[in-house]
């Protein structure tokens, strides 16, 4: 994309409106799902003395995030890099069914030390980066893991007239060594970070605070000032460094989102949850709840919207369109997902996928639908 006024423009709200916030409510979901999950369990007094075992339903838990990391690794190697699936199962995986019963507070604080940690480590290789590319020792192309022109071709490809023939194979092909980067290199550094933020979803989880226990006017007023504080300092920062004009500042903008987004998802989350206590906006919440109840068929049908799409075994359109056409893609993303979302559900209790991985984790066939 050229450094067109609106192509900056779309930068910068997809960098600070966007940009980490989202990546940390799902896993702050996530986190919360794990004490969801456990409370089929886990029996307690009123006084929170647990009866039952630590260990009991382990096993389900971890088949349940391997199976989610089997489906992580199709759609990471055979659709799109950029999987998160395969992150949050890694996750799963280790010590968060553990530490579901810890005191809120110790979650909050081991919660911040894994995410501090993650975050450090991650941004020292970010600096590490941009170090080997001021002395010469690779190119800007070499750090981001690809050159423009050769995903170019793989993407869409083009024959000795230039039709553009783009296969499946070449975008596989294409797209492994940057899975490979995000999985080896990457992932190590992620997992604590991520780690943590499910802590902090399993705290806020048990105390109430995404359960809307709160009056309307707590969320209001705190989603408010969340949102204008977090608002102003992310886009504050991201000036400073020069998120959409500068290579070095967009590049450690990937690192900095997250942390100095905090704030600002936060806000998201207690709007979000102001709207579902209010009966008069139902015509939002609704709709919106439709599209999270089905969310790992959204995300996967996302993938597949957007490959089919943008690459050269679809429609071609990969590296074709600047803003403000790829809000009007996103339009069109959204409006699928979402009144898909609300017809299937008018039929089946679950989303399609929902329902394999549930049927797959208890090892026999759920019922799709329970209704007469």
Not at 45 to 61: E, I, S
Not at 82 to 89: F, K, N, R, V
Not at 221 to 238: M, N, S
Not at 353 to 362: D, I, K, P
């Amino acid at each position: 994309m050229g450094h067109t006024p609106m192509n900056e423009l779309g930068h910068t709200l997809v960098h600070t409106v966007f940009l980490g916030k989202f990546m940390f409510l799902f896993a702050l979901l996530f986190g919360a799902g794990v004490v969801l999950y456990g409370r089929k369990y886990d029996t307690a007094d009123d006084d929170g003395t647990y009866h039952t075992p630590l260990r009991t339903g382990w096993k389900l838990w971890y088949r349940r995030c391997a199976i989610l990391l089997v489906f992580g690794l199709i759609h990471a190697y055979g659709f799109w890099y950029g999987d998160i699936l395969t992150w949050y199962a890694i996750t799963g995986l280790g010590a968060l069914w553990w530490v579901r019963r810890w005191k809120v507070k110790t979650q909050i604080l081991a919660g911040a030390g894994f995410f501090l940690l993650g975050t450090t480590l991650l941004g020292l290789l970010t600096l590490f980066g941009l170090y080997a590319v001021n002395q010469g020792y690779q190119t800007r192309d070499q750090l981001m893991g690809s050159e423009p022109s050769a995903e170019i071709a793989a993407y869409l490809g083009t024959n000795e007239i230039g039709q553009r023939y783009g296969s499946y194979v070449s975008a596989l092909i294409a797209r492994l060594p940057s899975t490979l980067m995000m999985h080896l290199l990457l992932m190590p550094l992620f997992v604590p970070a991520i780690t943590g933020i499910m802590m902090f979803g399993m705290a806020t989880f048990r105390s109430g605070l995404l359960t809307g226990n709160r009056s309307t006017g707590f969320y209001l007023t705190w989603g408010a000032i969340l949102t204008i504080v977090g608002g102003a300092l992310t886009f504050a920062v991201h000036e400073i460094v020069g998120g959409a004009t500068k290579f070095e500042g967009a590049f450690l903008w990937q690192t900095l989102a997250q942390p100095l987004g905090i704030p600002l998802a936060f806000g998201y989350l207690m709007l979000v949850i102001a709207m579902t206590k209010s009966s008069a906006l139902r015509f939002i919440t609704h709709p919106l709840a439709c599209v999270g109840r089905m969310a790992l068929t959204n995300y996967a049908l996302q993938t597949l919207l957007c490959t089919t799409f943008f690459y050269g075994y679809g429609f071609a359109r990969f590296a074709t369109i600047d803003y403000p056409g790829l809000w009007l893609v996103m339009l069109c993303v959204w409006t699928i997902n979402i009144t898909l979302s609300m017809v299937w559900l008018r039929i089946f209790d679950f989303g399609p996928l929902e329902w394999l991985w549930r049927s797959l984790t208890y090892g026999r066939i759920i019922p799709i639908r329970t209704r007469d």
